[in-house]
């Protein structure tokens, strides 16, 4: 094929493949356990997948509604009621999305304007950043210090401005684990309280939380609910990440400015799934039992690894787990978890490239949503190392 000539203007010119592809690739091409990527290694309940073949053969096949089937967002409406004690109206206040990626990147199209400054919180998880300059906003980069990766507020003051439009927050946090306190959400509400500051609340591993603590949700707050994107993952509750469908509460007013986009960006949601949804749901115990579940393979995961040369602080929520290696080796985290790969067969995410400055913190993150087996098979490799 003939080379175009017209030069293309990149813009995002430091974005290439993801690193979760990259890695995933390359447990493949080496044969390796894959704890890269966040995706269980177990299925779905059986009930929740016959109720997905039930729909697809009861005529449940052509486009849904745009902003999804009643019957789901009125169940949603019940469960954000009953677990966090906030109202939102199904026909104007809940959206189901082709997943939670593409509702935070809806949400930061739909409101952001050129000039714009967005705060994130690095380690991020890497759509944020390419979501806010795609719009022509500004990211501004908080860190998180290890070993808590707790967010300081005195800094958070001092970095907003008039220009501040938009704050991301992630709880249970995405590579940490770090799971913000009750301490934490007051602080946001009273630094964003006389403010026209939007927040965007990613909450999709809000049903793994551990060792008794609870999900601090935006909607708990009515200040910060009156202002924010709260983003969920069916795929992440219900070991189906597969099926691509999420959700986003907001108020009325957001909730129109929401959808605009999302209805020129996909339109609709894959119908049949969304109707096995509708009914699972019913089934209270596939999310309230979930950190039960998550805080086992968490437990037994750590117990494997311990006596190791890997460091860690166990992870707060998440089905994540954070390893040190300081221990080990010098070598930057990207060259050390493709070594791993290859050499040892087994592969992490390394956290470097959750931040937007070039740093070497020597931390690698692994997946534990895994049969007990994958976990016991990972941890005989990581005590080899």
Not at 258 to 268: D, G, I, M, S
Request: charged share 25%; with cysteine.
């Amino acid at each position: 094929m003939p080379e175009f000539s017209a030069s293309l203007h990149s813009k995002l010119p430091k974005v290439g493949t993801t690193i979760f592809t990259v890695m995933s690739q390359l447990a493949n091409d080496e044969g390796a356990l894959n704890l890269s990527q966040g995706f269980p290694d177990f299925d779905a309940s059986p009930q929740l997948l016959e109720l997905v073949n039930k729909a697809l053969h009861s005529g449940e096949n052509q486009y849904a509604p745009m902003a999804g089937l009643p019957s789901l967002r009125e169940k949603l409406a019940e469960k954000t009621e009953k677990i966090y004690g906030a109202k939102y109206d199904p026909d104007t206040e809940i959206t189901i999305t082709a997943g939670a990626t593409q509702a935070i990147f809806t949400a930061i199209a739909a409101t952001l304007n050129e000039g714009d400054e967005v705060i994130i919180f690095t380690p991020a998880y890497d759509c944020y950043e390419p979501a806010v300059e795609l719009v022509g906003a500004k990211p501004v980069f908080i860190p998180l210090k290890a070993p808590d990766f707790k967010v300081n507020w005195e800094e958070v003051k001092k970095m907003v401005n008039q220009r501040t439009r938009m704050i991301i927050i992630n709880s249970p946090h995405n590579p940490t684990g770090m799971v913000f306190s009750k301490e934490d959400m007051l602080q946001l509400d009273k630094i964003t309280h006389e403010s026209n500051i939007l927040i965007l609340s990613d909450e999709v591993y809000e049903h793994m939380v551990f060792d008794g603590k609870t999900h601090e949700s935006a909607a708990k707050y009515p200040h910060l609910a009156e202002r924010s994107f709260i983003i969920s993952s069916f795929g992440k509750t219900y070991h189906t990440t597969g099926w691509k469908i999420g959700y986003c509460l907001a108020p009325a007013e957001l909730t129109k400015e929401f959808r605009k986009t999302h209805q020129y960006n996909v339109f609709a949601v894959n119908r049949p799934i969304q109707k096995a949804y509708s009914e699972y749901l019913e089934n209270e115990a596939a999310y309230l039992e979930l950190s039960r579940f998550y805080q086992e393979k968490r437990d037994l995961f750590n117990s494997l690894i311990r006596g190791s040369k890997f460091s860690l602080q166990p992870a707060e929520g998440t089905y994540f787990q954070m390893l040190g290696y300081e221990n080990i080796s010098d070598e930057k985290d990207t060259e050390f978890a493709i070594r791993l790969t290859k050499e040892h067969k087994i592969a992490s995410i390394p956290i470097s490239v959750f931040y937007n400055q070039d740093l070497n913190p020597r931390m690698l993150r692994f997946c534990f949503a895994k049969q007990n087996s994958t976990l016991e098979q990972a941890a005989e490799i990581l005590h080899k190392i």
